[in-house]
């Protein structure tokens, strides 16, 4: 089959990317949401993406915002599922509400319509059966769209195997690298390592083995990265940590859990609040001389 | 205290390394080994790598060689100790061989002598006693000193705190990021880190959740990096990383070792015997198209 229209659920942060990302592909798209305000915000943000990508990759700007200017944005499910090949849902992480949207629109979706959802932390199976569709029900998990550009591909154990090549397909036409999560695991790929390395980080600082600094020092030089891990928990948000960490039951996950409810208690989630285990917008990880 | 002459035991991979940078930053350096074989190849080593850097960094290959020709090359204890102000010993990582360097280079040192050990996987408690010197003996470990150009000091319960600030200059002064592990912890600071995000890979692998190259891709594109975990082990050593995952109890790690025993088992080691996870010197993770 061939994916022409795209139906987004959900006008936030990824949801707008994917959106956005879709319409430059030369997809026609629709944003579902049910409050207005949300799909005005999502267009201005649109609006500044491609005039980012203007500057940093080759897009231009007209043509981006043309593309922009054909995407339907809309408060009625039934104008946004209207002949849509794919829904990808991005709504509120929350089981409950979830379900609510895939057994609306598993009704009233067209026949052809493959349903996905870009749960971060939760798993096709709770949904897939709501969606009155589990064959054609599959995740497709976007990181960033723009910057990390991956996406995992994650059946549940019903999914039509058919799918997934499609799903390749559309992965790799949104100019994203497709990877395949052959069964259902939460955390898909990347975020698994990423909670291993940095619960490693967060059990070397409440086993007071060595400084939030120095810990960071060590990754970044190593690896030649940017930021180490306390720097990445900080874009990640602490909040977003904590929600996986504390559901850990070994000791040294709840300790760092601990410490992470501290931070958040005391209104530090990260770079979104301007402090978290550095402070913003200029961390001592990014000054000149930090590791000299 | 102020460190002028430099005692090497060793002269493998990490000592000749460590001996060459010392010499580079202007210390009077000696590199012991019992192998007079080994002494020579250390020699030719250091002189290729200063080739090496006088083509990729700003380092002049007379002055480089220069340096080496500075260095004392000895197999007689006695010549290699002779007013050492710090030893740092890099010999085979096995604690019966450690423990007789160590016996021997704590009688004949001068009084002055602090002893560090470059111990990778060991710690410096189970030497500081047999060294006779326990509260002048610390960890100093190096990783690649030219490429990774961090250090780490890691005192023992034992060691005087006093020779941190003298050990954190001496790291400074050849060039590398000096970084504090406050108490004993086995895997420093980054192969704590590096092994938790491995064994989460390792995890995914033998669970059958993902193929090695969709890992790999994972880990490479969200954190733009040229390698990921199983591109990583290729060049770590599937043994060396036998040698920390066997040990682990649990259940994944348990798995994990015995999939890299196979292929140790197999002769596929990594990178080193011309194949492991990727065959070489060609590996598929670096082709372009990898990420397409």
């Known amino acids: 089959m061939k994916i022409k229209n795209v139906c987004i659920l959900g006008a936030g942060t990824l949801g707008t990317r994917v959106a956005l990302q879709s319409a430059l592909s030369g ?42 200017s054909g995407i339907t944005f809309t408060d009625n499910p039934n104008v946004a599922v209207l ?12 089981v409950k509400v979830k379900n609510q949207v895939w057994k609306l629109f598993g009704k009233i979706a067209p026949e052809k319509t493959i349903f996905t959802t870009n749960t971060s932390f939760l798993l096709p199976s ?6 009155g569709h589990p064959a054609k029900f599959c995740a497709l998990h976007f990181h960033d769209v723009f910057y990390a550009k991956v996406v ?8 039509d195997e058919k799918l997934i090549p499609v799903l390749m397909e559309f992965g790799k036409s949104l100019e994203q690298v497709p990877v ?36 960071d020092k060590s990754w970044m030089v190593n690896f030649r990265m940017p930021s180490g891990p306390f720097g990445i928990l900080d874009t990640i948000g602490l909040d977003t940590a904590w929600h996986v ?37 200029n961390p001592a990880y990014k000054a000149p001389g930090f590791l000299n």
Do not use: C, W
């Open 180 to 215: 395949l999560v052959k069964k259902e695991n939460p955390g898909y790929i990347f975020n698994s390592m990423l909670m291993a390395f940095i619960g490693a980080a967060g059990k070397l600082l409440t086993g007071e083995v060595a400084s939030i600094e120095d810990i």
């Open 83 to 94: 002949d849509a090949d794919i829904i990808n849902e991005s709504v509120l992480e929350d």
């Open 27 to 68: 997809y026609k798209v629709a944003v579902y949401d049910i409050s207005p305000a949300a799909l005005d915000n999502s267009k201005n943000i649109m609006e500044k993406i491609v005039r980012q990508l203007a500057k940093s990759s080759g897009l231009e700007a007209e043509a981006g915002l043309n593309a922009i």
């Open 126 to 131: 709770m949904f897939a059966d709501t969606s």
């Open 152 to 159: 995992d591909i994650m059946p549940h154990s019903g999914t």
């Open 245 to 281: 960490t504390h559901k850990m039951p070994d000791k040294a996950s709840q300790a760092f859990a601990a410490l992470l409810k501290k931070y958040i208690d005391a209104g530090k989630l990260g770079e979104k609040t301007g402090e978290g285990f550095y402070t913003y917008p």
